[in-house]
């Protein structure tokens, strides 16, 4: 259990850090990181497989059904991606932060929505609670914080379609970027065709390393995340999922130096709030059922 803690806190520690990488590359654009996040993700993970000899789920690929769920995830996951790789490098980490932190208050929502799950009281109100504070948000700011809640939807459904998928998590994230792969070329093809790949005009040797780190950098913390979830409880991971959320937002405010005022901390402290009834709740139930 403890190398559990230690492998699932260090992918969320290593997600929480996100931010550095992304504003790294702030002088490419979103939609080119986002490509060649794919294509050199897609170059690591068959590395890894083939170290592995990890081949034989290619035969489930072949069920329709199974190819058509991981379309939708692959799309859902790369717009998820875009969302917050432009968010970074346009200074809205904090509220990139704020999609993750309310993320499985939306999960809980789908859950009820989708898969007709039964809500205990404390669930409700934390929901409840969490929308007051995104509604004083709403109001104090004059617009929907759009990238929280586009992050946490993505990123909801991903994890709802994700929960059923019949692939575990290298396999089925490696399927994925298989699915995304001919758009990523096609599209760094047509931009090396214009002369527009960063990736060729940068006179930055960091820039191209920090391109292909992309690839380790999205499969390592997967796979210790991985690794770490089969032999910790579920509540123990839901705790440790607040780690990410909390750097990028520590990230956003200390290093960054976003703007972040009293009536946006009112409306994140709301938020904090319905996070800490919600994790109370869950605790409590855990120990009621045992």
Do not use: C
């Not at 520690?13 to 992304?22: E, H």
């Not at 346009?90 to 939306?106: M, R």
């Not at 504070?133 to 990238?147: E, M, N, S």
């Amino acid at each position: 259990m403890h190398t559990g803690i230690l492998s699932a806190a260090l992918a969320f520690f290593l997600w929480g850090l996100f931010p550095l990488y992304f504003h790294a590359l702030q002088a490419v654009p979103p939609l080119q990181i986002l490509a060649h996040r794919m294509l050199w993700s897609l170059l690591f993970l068959l590395i890894v497989l083939a170290i592995r000899r990890q081949w034989g789920w290619l035969a489930i690929v072949r069920q329709p059904r199974v190819l058509a769920s991981f379309v939708a995830s692959a799309f859902l996951l790369s717009a998820n991606w875009l969302v917050y790789i432009w968010s970074v490098n346009n200074g809205h980490v904090i509220e990139a932060s704020l999609g993750y932190f309310i993320t499985p208050l939306v999960n809980i929502m789908f859950g009820f929505v989708l898969l007709k799950e039964r809500l205990r009281p404390g669930q409700w109100g934390a929901v409840g609670i969490a929308a007051l504070g995104v509604a004083w948000l709403t109001w104090q700011t004059g617009t929907v914080p759009w990238i929280a809640l586009a992050l946490a939807a993505t990123f909801g459904a991903y994890g709802l379609m994700r929960k059923t998928a019949a692939l575990g998590a290298l396999e089925g994230l490696t399927l994925e970027t298989m699915v995304l792969f001919p758009l990523a070329a096609a599209y760094v093809a047509w931009l090396s065709w214009h002369g527009q790949n960063a990736f060729i005009t940068t006179p930055s040797d960091s820039t191209r390393l920090l391109l292909i780190a992309a690839g380790p950098l999205t499969a390592i913390p997967l796979l210790l995340f991985a690794a770490g979830a089969r032999k910790i409880p579920l509540s123990v991971l839901g705790l440790l999922q607040y780690l990410a959320p909390t750097l990028q937002f520590l990230l956003g405010v200390w290093v960054f130096h976003e703007a972040f005022s009293r009536e946006r901390l009112v409306g994140f402290a709301v938020i904090w709030a319905a996070l800490v009834l919600y994790a109370a709740e869950g605790l409590i139930h855990a120990k009621r059922r045992q």
